[in-house]
């Protein structure tokens, strides 16, 4: 089985992860070592992120 590409870029991913304060577990033990609940928390924050985005370029 191949992985798939991931949508996100590790420079975002990485600061959603200092926003949400697991970005020490990541460089310890790697993206493998946050929960799930942490990665679907990047996941809605990133939805947060693009949505704030389009709505301050539509005014």
């Not at 993206?31 to 704030?52: C, E, F, P, Y």
Request: glycine content about 10%; hydrophobic content about 40%.
């Amino acid at each position: 089985m191949t992985r798939r590409k991931g949508i996100m870029s590790m420079a975002l991913k990485e600061e959603l992860a200092k926003e949400l304060g697991i970005y020490e577990i990541v460089q310890k033990d790697g993206w493998g070592g946050i929960t799930s609940r942490d990665a679907g928390n990047m996941v809605k924050l990133a939805v947060k992120h693009a949505q704030d985005h389009v709505m301050n370029s539509n005014k």
